[in-house]
């Protein structure tokens, strides 16, 4: 399961099937308001008509009970990664999100700044960052990712991403690199 996805609605499947839309089917996330963005995947379409559901706003049961598949996600981890999207948008409950589909190049380059110190404390960082991503879909520069290790949260801000500032990491040979010093402690 890819964490930085978002539930659209059927409607939005049959219009982007019609546009024969490039898969996998990549989105940007656009608050107006701040001017914030960021860029995700689908997991279903299965929001109501005219809503895009980021599940850190609906995860409630009546929610779960309306998807048909809900057991089959890990919920606690998919709640992390998007409370992380909503941050990154600065968006609060009910703000408008403009959804467009986007086409975004294959990553061969991250750096990432962990944020607390306690991430040096992991033996292998880099074996597990990669590990971590191969449940998103994007990377946005400026974004705040969440990854959960050993029941910790840990966050790490995108500073850089190759070829561009937005990019899919599906199915790509992603180089990392991590940056440590200014970390809070």
């Known amino acids: 399961m890819r964490s930085d996805t ?5 409607s939005a ?6 546009l ?3 898969y996998p089917m990549l989105f940007k996330l656009t608050n107006h308001k701040t001017g914030r963005q960021t860029h995700c995947g689908v ?3 299965e929001a109501d008509d005219g ?6 706003w609906v995860i409630t ?3 779960l009970l ?6 089959k996600y890990n919920l606690r981890q998919y709640i992390d990664f998007l409370i992380q999207m909503m941050r990154n948008l600065l968006a609060e409950e009910g703000t408008p999100i403009t959804v467009e589909s986007a086409s975004l190049p294959v990553a061969t380059f991250a750096l990432f700044q962990p944020q607390t110190s306690e991430f040096q404390e992991i033996t292998d960082q880099r074996a597990m960052l990669e590990q971590a991503l191969r449940h998103f879909a994007c990377l946005t520069v400026g ?4 990854i959960r290790y050993n029941e910790k949260l840990y966050e790490l801000l995108v500073l850089e991403t190759r070829p561009a500032n937005a990019v899919t990491v599906i199915e790509c040979d992603l180089h990392v690199r991590l940056l440590f010093n200014l970390v809070k402690q």
């Open 20 to 22: 024969n839309t490039v």
């Open 143 to 146: 974004d705040m990712i969440g």
């Open 43 to 45: 997991l279903e379409f």
């Open 6 to 10: 978002v539930f659209l609605p059927a």
């Open 13 to 18: 499947l049959h219009h982007l099937t019609r």
């Open 51 to 56: 809503n895009c559901y980021l599940p850190y």
């Open 61 to 63: 049961i009546e929610t």
């Open 66 to 71: 309306r998807m048909r598949n809900w057991k």
